[in-house]
């Protein structure tokens, strides 16, 4: 119930693309659902988060969309860039819970 | 300049030797964690510490210690109980533990067997 699945595992666009990266938890009692943006040799950090209490979120070009129902959540990248290519974690918390669980992690590789 | 500071970033461990990764914060948060990285499945917690002087277990701790005698360090000593220790290995930080806030990562440490 703790597991948070992520898909897929690598994915390849070309510049200007739409890389959507999907993720899906069982616990209902997540409340608190970020992504991470991880460059190679670095450590990951936020890009974007949603809650629970809404469908969509923006920022710039990165958008969560969320799924109550369906218990899933993802993350698109509009008008993708080569300096996008970055391994990406979504990831689920809850208050209860204190800590985050993580997917497995995406490798995307926006060619030019 | 705030951040964590992890060290070093390339550490080679030998059959039956224990080893110490550093990881220190100046951002006066509370919570401090530890994670392992391995390629295709992400990020597992191994240790983690709401407070000086308090830690709990993650979901992978077996063949690893903690310690948290200040605030702002909290390393990790990965002992030989711990046979498949090659891994990236992240500290983070957060103000504090529960309350869903965003994690603060360091630049990580590559452990490799020799």
């Known amino acids: 119930q703790q597991q948070v699945k992520q898909s897929p595992q690598s994915l390849i666009v070309q510049k200007g693309g739409i890389p959507i990266i999907n993720c899906a938890y069982e616990?209902?009692?997540?409340?608190?659902f970020p992504w991470y943006q991880q460059f190679p040799g670095k450590g990951p950090a936020l890009l974007i988060a949603i809650r629970p209490d809404v469908s969509e979120k923006k920022e710039g070009r990165f958008t969560i969309s969320f799924n109550k129902s369906a218990k899933q959540f993802s993350l698109h990248i509009m008008d993708s860039q080569p300096g996008d290519s970055a391994t990406y974690f979504c990831?689920?918390?809850?208050?209860?819970?204190?800590?985050?669980?993580f997917g497995q992690g995406t490798i995307l590789t926006v060619h030019p | 300049d705030g951040g964590i500071t992890q060290s070093p970033k390339y550490l080679f461990r030998k059959e039956g030797q224990n080893v110490t990764l550093s990881c220190e914060q100046n951002?006066?948060?509370?919570?401090m964690y530890w994670y392992r990285q391995d390629p295709g499945q992400g990020l597992r917690l191994i240790y983690y510490s709401q407070i000086v002087n308090d830690f709990q277990k993650g979901d992978i701790a077996e063949g690893y210690s903690v310690s948290r005698e200040k605030k702002e360090s909290f390393p990790l000593t990965v002992t030989s109980a711990q046979k498949n220790p090659t891994a990236f290995y992240l500290c983070a930080s957060s103000p504090q533990v529960g309350r869903n806030e965003k994690l603060f990562f360091g630049s990580g440490t590559q452990l490799s067997v020799l």
């Open positions: 990831a689920a918390g809850g208050t209860s819970y204190g800590k985050l669980t």
């Open positions: 951002l006066n948060h509370d919570a």
């Open positions: 616990n209902t009692a997540f409340d608190y």
